[in-house]
């Protein structure tokens, strides 16, 4: 089993910027695919982006290119989510996913019932 804690949610002024983090234990992420994901109230919980951990191939959510950036680093078995010029429209809680496997597609990667394991959520506010 693998499991995820998020964290480096808060409250932030639009336009700033938040790093989340997606710390995994239980297993080391080298055949894994990562996830994040959103959710804001009455909605969909949607795809925003994801990375393969071995190659580091990343693909977004075509509403969040070139604000969010998604990392991850090898030593901390942790993903990471750069927010920058923060809009209040982003505003969710945020979760990380993880599934097994080598070569998912890009659509595999959107679909959020692709993947096994889920964290509990951060909670992102941005204020106008």
């Known amino acids: 089993q693998v499991h995820l804690v998020e964290s480096g949610g808060g409250l932030v002024q639009a336009g700033g910027s938040l790093r989340l983090s997606c710390a995994a234990s239980?297993?080391?992420?080298?055949?894994?695919?990562m996830g994040w994901f959103r959710q804001a109230p009455g909605k969909e919980r949607d795809f925003i982006a994801a990375?393969?951990?071995?190659?580091?191939?990343?693909f977004y959510a075509d509403s969040v290119k070139g604000r969010l950036s998604i990392s991850r680093d090898y030593a901390k078995n942790t993903v990471y989510l750069q927010m920058n010029s923060l809009k209040p429209e982003d505003t969710a809680v945020y979760y990380c996913a993880a599934v097994p496997g080598y070569g998912p597609s890009a659509d595999q990667l959107r679909l959020k019932s692709w993947y096994n394991y889920w964290g509990q959520g951060t909670q992102v506010t941005v204020s106008s």
């Open positions: 239980g297993r080391t992420l080298s055949s894994y695919s």
């Open positions: 990375i393969t951990w071995r190659d580091g191939r990343t």
